[in-house]
C-alpha cells in the first residue's frame, strides 16, 4: 500500500498536481522510512527496504541542501502562497 502512495506522490494525475502534498519533500522522507521499516519485517522484503532506506537518504540530503520541486514554483496561487 505504502509503494502504490509512493507512486501516486511521484506521478500524480494532471489535477492532483496544485495540492501541497504533491510537493512536500518532507512527507516522502518520512513515508520513505515508515515503508523500509515495514518492509524490514518481511523476510524478502529486505531489498526493497535498503532502496526505499537510500531513497530516504537522498531526499533528506536535497531537503538539506534546500533544494525545491520546479513543479512547486509552477503551481503557487496568484499571490505567491502555495
Request: aromatic letters at 14%; hydrophobic letters at 55%; a positive charge.
Amino acid at each position: 500500500m505504502f509503494a502504490m502512495f509512493m507512486i501516486a506522490l511521484e506521478f500524480p494525475l494532471p489535477p492532483l498536481k496544485k495540492f501541497a502534498i504533491h510537493r512536500s519533500i518532507v512527507l516522502r522522507i518520512v513515508l520513505l522510512l515508515f515503508q523500509s521499516f515495514l518492509a524490514i519485517l518481511f523476510y524478502q522484503g529486505t531489498n526493497a527496504a535498503i532502496w526505499s532506506f537510500i531513497a530516504a537518504m537522498c531526499y533528506t540530503r536535497a531537503q538539506i541542501l534546500g533544494e525545491t520541486m520546479v513543479v512547486a514554483k509552477e503551481n503557487r496561487g496568484k499571490d505567491g502562497g502555495a
